[in-house]
């Protein structure tokens, strides 16, 4: 599975910006898929994750209510929708994907693909 992000760039506090991350392969609607970010001097985060099948989403609290995963199946892409950023925002981006879902879907230890991420910078 190849993971290829797009849509990040400089955007001013309480913007919104949306990130696609296009996947290659035929199993794509069975892939638990997600977002993670690292900011400079940071450790990669989880951001959030939407499985295949049921289409169950998760969110880290720090971006409960802002941001909202989503995916299209028939175009192997999957979404991040963020509204009201903040400077605390900026950071690259990762697209992530594994088969089958886990509880720990939050690691990144727990995925097999990742995508190459895209810059986010949020201006205050």
């Known amino acids: 599975v190849q993971l290829v992000e797009s849509g990040g760039e400089l955007v001013q506090a309480g913007g919104s910006l949306r990130l696609s991350c296009v996947a290659s392969?035929?199993?794509?609607?069975?892939?638990?898929m997600a977002w993670f970010r690292q900011a400079p001097g940071k450790e990669r985060e989880f951001v959030a994750a939407?499985?295949?099948?049921?289409?169950?989403?998760y969110y880290a609290d720090s971006v409960k209510g802002r941001f909202t995963i989503s995916r299209d199946n028939a175009k192997n892409t999957v979404y991040l929708q963020m509204n009201s950023l903040e400077p605390a925002d900026t950071a690259v981006y990762y697209c992530?994907?594994?088969?089958?879902?886990?509880?720990?879907?939050?690691?990144?230890?727990?995925?097999?693909?990742w995508g190459q991420g895209t810059l986010v910078t949020v201006s205050s």
């Open positions: 992530a994907a594994r088969f089958p879902h886990t509880v720990e879907y939050r690691k990144v230890s727990a995925y097999d693909y």
């Open positions: 392969g035929r199993a794509f609607r069975s892939y638990t």
């Open positions: 939407i499985r295949g099948g049921n289409g169950s989403t």
